[in-house]
C-alpha cells in the first residue's frame, strides 16, 4: 500500500472565513473608540463629573449651611426667611439643568459600553477562529505525521522482509 493518505483541509465553514477575515483586516484588538464626537458630548461629560465629585458635593453642603445660617441668625438681613423659598428655587433650577447633562452623558457612556462589549466580541470571535484553524492545522500535521511514519514502517517491514528471504536463501539455498 504506497499511496499517500488525504490531508482534510480545515473544516470551518465559508461564512466563519469570511468573518475571521474581516475580523482580520478590521483589527478588533487595536481599534479604538472616539471619547468625543461633538462639543456637547464634552461639556455633559465635564458637567457630569463635577456634579458628580466630592469636592462639589462638600461645597454645595457649605454654601447651603452658609445660606441657612445667615438666614436663620440676625446678623444681617433675611433675604430668604424659614422655609427658605428662594433655596428651594435655586436648589430646583439646578437640579432642572443638571440632570439632562447627566442623561446625555449616561446615554453616550451606554453607547461606548455597547461598541465596546462589541469589539469585545469580535476579538474573542477571532480568536476562537483562528485557534479552531490552528487545531485544524495540528491535526492535519498530525495526521501526516502518522501517515508518513507508517509509510516508514511499512517501507521497514518491506525491508526487513526481504532481508529475511535473502538470508534465508543463503542459509538454506536449496
Not at 451606554?110 to 466580541?121: G, H, K, M, P
Not at 508518513?148 to 534465508?168: G, V, W
Request: glycine fraction near 2%; proline fraction near 5%; aromatic fraction near 6%.
Amino acid at each position: 500500500m504506497d499511496s499517500q493518505p488525504v490531508i482534510k483541509p480545515p473544516q470551518i465553514s465559508a461564512a466563519d472565513l469570511e468573518r475571521l477575515s474581516y475580523l482580520r483586516s478590521i483589527k478588533p484588538a487595536r481599534s479604538t473608540i472616539p471619547r468625543y464626537s461633538s462639543r456637547g458630548d464634552k461639556i455633559a461629560d465635564t458637567v457630569t463629573a463635577v456634579v458628580g465629585s466630592w469636592r462639589f458635593i462638600i461645597i454645595q453642603s457649605c454654601l447651603l449651611t452658609i445660606w441657612i445660617i445667615l438666614n436663620i441668625t440676625a446678623l444681617i438681613v433675611h433675604w430668604d426667611p424659614y422655609p427658605f423659598i428662594l433655596l428651594n428655587l435655586a436648589l430646583s433650577f439646578q437640579a432642572a439643568y443638571a440632570t439632562p447633562f447627566i442623561l446625555m452623558s449616561q446615554n453616550r457612556q451606554s453607547t461606548i459600553d455597547r461598541e465596546n462589549a462589541q469589539q469585545d466580541l469580535d476579538c474573542d470571535v477571532k480568536a476562537e477562529m483562528e485557534i479552531e484553524l490552528l487545531h485544524e492545522k495540528l491535526d492535519a500535521l498530525k495526521d501526516k505525521e502518522i501517515a508518513d511514519l507508517y509509510l516508514l514502517i511499512q517501507a521497514q517491514s518491506e525491508t526487513i522482509t526481504k532481508i529475511e528471504r535473502l538470508l534465508t536463501n543463503q542459509i538454506d539455498p536449496h
